[in-house]
């Protein structure tokens, strides 16, 4: 991987890193156009009580707003953007990627709840009619680190199941 790659992998795990902080689930992105950092996102589902405001929609919308107020074609500058994401996206993103005919995701982990990128659908390189294009994915990339917010976010969410180990911990002493 190059470094500039690295960089905003790097990048996109502390805005994961910042969701996890504000209790949203830790996924966070960037879109990099030409090698500019149009937009940077992170899971808002929570702070907003909208499920749709995953990571990548909210980075779509910023990517929106650069083109409007620098007076350029959305088309052309979705066609040169790569996505650079900690997670997989779901099946609502990939399709949502599709649409804007972004030509390349490089993710971390896989998603194996939501995954459109092959863990649950192949949203992004099944031949899907009037569903904007396929994408390509390069995965896996600092995957360790983006499982391990993941985890750390999963157990916070479900208290009981930490609790009561420890309570049956204290029980049998
Ligand atoms: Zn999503």
Known sequence: ???????????????????????????????????????????????????????EMVAIDQVLDWCHQHDKDPDEVFAHTALYVTVEPCIMCAAALRMMKIPLVVYGCQNERFGGCGSVLNISSDDLIGTGEPFQCIAG????????????????ENPNAPKSKVRKKECSK
């Open 141 to 156: 990339y600092r995957a360790e680190e983006a499982v391990e917010m993941l985890k750390t976010f999963y157990r916070q």
């Open 1 to 55: 991987m190059e470094a500039t790659t690295e960089a905003w992998m790097d990048r996109a795990l502390r805005m994961a890193k910042e969701a996890l902080e504000n209790g949203e689930v830790p996924v966070g992105c960037l879109m990099v156009y030409k090698n500019e950092i149009l937009a940077t996102g992170r899971n808002e589902v929570n702070e907003t009580k909208n499920a749709t405001r995953h990571a």
